[in-house]
């Protein structure tokens, strides 16, 4: 007698639930994303301990007939689709027929649903995947489930479950979720007896943002949206002062969908190199609207994972979009003002379970009036009309006003090249220069120079105007500008337009190259010398020519001419020290990016370093010339904006 047997219906159930079902927040989402592809307008969450004993979700949709009632709670049984084919056409946010009969093979379920065209509604019971027989009673339009005790006939996968209030959590996670990403939908969440949210419909997202992450953060958002062919891309990103410790703050949609893709979470945090300091991420809420057939979400169980057909295509759109709003938005970092006594701040709420270990997704006071949320800033701009019959997914049309960027951004204009004669020893060498850098290292003073401005920077205010500075600690330069003041961190300014010039020297032929009479050996350690040899080719580019000598000793041939005021034993073993303590970078590009950003840093001014008055001019006659002068090449600030009108409140004026 053969051994394989063939599972039963109850067991193929419950293995299904350890893919679908891992805990009563993945309840939370199959039942909201039925109730929306039912065409639901308001959708009700009520949870009790976190959803372990209870989860319940009542919409105004189109509800079911009694013929569809059982079957809904069948194994692969879906309204969805018909045919193979049209796995590659999705447009719905469920369609594998799974879910609903995992949930009720691990829970307790009952089900009334009700036709718009029905005289009374239909009840159906579901007891650890037994059904009873359907019944009829009365109810509004539309469908109430009512999902208790989860996992109770599996009592090992109860065990596994996280105290009431992390898992309350959890579930507060996921609402914020479908309700970001169906801002035209009713929504209401109530969790042990109390009100945690009431969200009505709104045209955008801003609002929900302010509902779910606070006012601060809401008011700062940048608006991106862009069209390329048939892909569309819409949204609002973080200022770089917003940033996170974690991703829990980027939330990506696909056709209304919360998913998660390493290639478009690579292309945000590129996006913001440079804009962020090591370890921040930043915040974006962004919707992509691509054709069904150029994407698949049938990738797994859970849905939250899907596959472009052109991922590159994808990837470069939302790369390129972020960078030209960078490019043409103020990025400096603002004062940000204590808020003034009189006026209003919501008053935190009576202590629920859920706000006992917060979600990144529930707010630290409480949860404010819609009328106020309105009022915080202006009409948010309209999201477009998506394609996808959803009716809860977006609303508003789209504003073709707004122009579509390209896939690519434009380089900066490079400068004119031009001959430059450096002496050295007291000969006078030719050498090939795109811009004059200059090299500020103590006491040498900061010599003016020209570089190409990029088109699109951004400059600070007031850098039309020559500004008078003071500088205070040695460390900061204080100035007066048409709107305020503006305090400016001398390294991190310097440091940003060193970068720029070393960069766009590489761009235009190489970095000016100072060669020594005698190569000069530094040694180093094992693994020093082969982290500086991996990169022996970036090195050059940068003027930097070393080479293998044996035995733990690298030869350095020459140095940047910008670098004088560092030896190159000293310069060799910095680089060295930071290779060792980063990862090997994946590309050259990066790895070259890595190598400017510390050369960039090594050169700048330092904190607790006094500059001449002509230094500080010079300084600041060069800020609006470079790109991205509002951040170092390491994210930090170079300064912090003070309006005149911020001051005058400070000091009660107004």
């Not at 799974?98 to 009840?123: F, N």
């Not at 507060?172 to 109390?194: C, D, Q």
């Not at 970092?333 to 009576?350: G, Y």
């Not at 811009?435 to 088109?455: G, K």
Request: with cysteine; proline share 8%.
């Amino acid at each position: 007698m053969g051994i394989i047997k063939q599972l039963s219906a109850s067991v193929i159930n419950q293995i299904a639930a350890g893919e679908v079902v891992e805990r009563p927040a993945s309840v939370v989402k199959e039942l909201l994303e039925n109730a929306i592809d039912a065409g639901a307008t308001r959708i009700d969450l009520t949870v009790e301990r976190g959803g372990k004993d209870l989860v319940r979700v009542a919409d105004n949709g189109k509800g079911m007939s009694r013929d569809d009632l059982p079957l809904a709670f069948s194994p692969h049984a879906t309204s969805k689709l018909e045919a193979a084919e049209d796995l590659f056409r999705i447009r719905t946010l469920g369609f594998r027929g799974e879910a609903l009969a995992a949930i009720a093979e691990v829970s307790k379920l009952k089900c009334q649903t009700r036709q718009h065209d029905a005289e009374s509604g239909l009840e159906i019971n579901i007891d650890a995947g037994e059904q009873s027989p359907i019944r009829q009673c009365g109810c509004p339009t539309g469908t109430v489930i009512e999902v208790r005790n989860l996992f109770f006939n599996t009592p090992v996968r109860r065990t596994f479950l996280k105290s009431d209030s992390t898992e309350a959590g959890h579930v507060a996670e996921m609402f914020g979720r479908i309700a970001l990403a169906n801002p035209t939908v009713h929504f209401t969440y109530r969790s042990s007896g109390k009100l945690v949210h009431d969200l009505p419909p709104v045209t955008g997202i801003k609002e929900r943002v302010a509902i779910f992450f606070g006012r601060e953060l809401a008011e700062s958002l940048l608006w991106v949206e862009s069209r390329v062919d048939n892909t569309s891309l819409w949204g609002y990103v973080g200022h770089p002062s917003q940033s996170r410790s974690n991703n829990k703050s980027q939330f990506l949609f696909v056709a209304g969908r919360y998913v998660r893709d390493r290639s478009l979470s690579h292309a945000l945090t590129e996006a913001y190199r440079g804009l962020l300091m090591v370890g921040r991420q930043p915040v974006a809420f962004i919707n992509l609207e691509i054709p069904a057939d150029e994407v698949d979400v049938n990738v797994h169980p859970t849905k939250i994972e899907v596959r472009f057909r052109d991922s590159n295509r994808v990837y470069s759109q939302l790369l390129s979009t972020l960078r030209h709003t960078f490019l043409s938005s103020d990025l400096h970092s603002k004062l940000q003002a204590p808020a003034d006594a009189n006026e209003s701040v919501p008053a935190a709420p009576a202590a629920d379970p859920s706000q006992i270990e917060p979600a990144p997704l529930v707010l630290n006071g409480g949860e404010p009036d819609q009328q106020m949320v309105a009022s915080w800033f202006p009409p948010s701009k309209p999201t477009p009309f998506q394609t996808f019959p959803n009716p809860g997914y977006a609303g508003g049309a789209v504003d073709r006003s707004t122009p579509s960027w390209a896939a690519n951004l434009p380089t900066p204009p490079s400068a004119p090249r031009q001959a430059a004669f450096d002496e050295f020893d007291g000969a006078t060498t030719p050498e090939i220069a795109t811009t004059p850098v200059v090299a500020v290292t103590s006491p040498q003073p900061i010599a003016e120079s020209t570089p190409a401005p990029f088109s699109n920077a951004i400059p600070l205010p007031g850098s039309d105007i020559p500004l008078k500075a003071i500088q205070v600690h040695d460390t900061y330069l204080v100035a007066e500008t048409p709107d305020g003041m503006v305090v400016i961190d001398q390294h991190a300014l310097h440091e940003r337009i060193l970068y720029e010039e070393l960069r766009s020297r590489v761009l235009n032929g190489g970095v000016e190259a100072q060669r020594l009479l005698v190569p000069e050996p530094v040694d180093l350690t094992g693994a020093e010398v082969a982290a500086v040899l991996e990169r022996k080719d970036v090195l050059a580019k940068l003027g930097i020519e070393v080479e293998d000598f044996g035995g733990g000793t690298v030869l350095v041939s020459s140095t940047p001419a910008m670098l004088k005021g560092l030896t190159p034993d000293r310069l060799l073993r910095d680089l060295a020290d930071h290779f060792r303590s980063s990862p090997l970078l994946p590309t050259a590009d990066a790895i070259l990016e890595d190598v400017l950003n510390m050369v960039a840093c090594k050169a700048a001014v330092k904190a607790n370093q006094h500059l001449a008055p002509e230094e500080i001019s010079a300084l600041l006659d060069r800020r609006h010339l470079v790109s991205e002068s509002h951040h170092c090449p390491h994210g930090r600030p170079t300064a912090l904006v003070f309006s005149k009108s911020e001051l005058e409140k400070q000091f009660g004026r107004i």
